[in-house]
């Protein structure tokens, strides 16, 4: 993995805010949360509904949902959810937002992490 990748923001990649991801969870249809941290930390609390695919995996989202689903990546403060949008949108992907701050911004809003 290119590791310069964390911390390089990809062309077009939208950044949520934790009210902004809020107010998206009740869409319809509804989002594709796709949390890319470990499985100890997803584990350890995640935001409801989100599915884990930890990063280096995301090859797996292909065939599984279609490149024009909305996807919103999670991680723990918003670098390894940047590369992995990266890697998505080079597969041709086109409605990738990530969680600007990551589960760090979203506890600290007191929004709803489940175990």
Known sequence: MNLTR?????????DLTPNQL??????????TLIDVRTPREYKSGHIPGAVTIPLGKEHT?????????????????GHRSQAAAATLLNLGYSHISHLKGGMDAWRREGNPVEK
């Open 61 to 77: 989202v292909v065939g599984t949902w279609d490149t024009t689903t909305d996807i919103i990546l999670i991680c723990k403060t």
């Open 6 to 14: 964390l911390f390089q923001h990809p062309r077009g990649l939208q």
């Open 22 to 31: 809020a107010t998206k969870l009740g869409d319809v249809p509804p989002v």
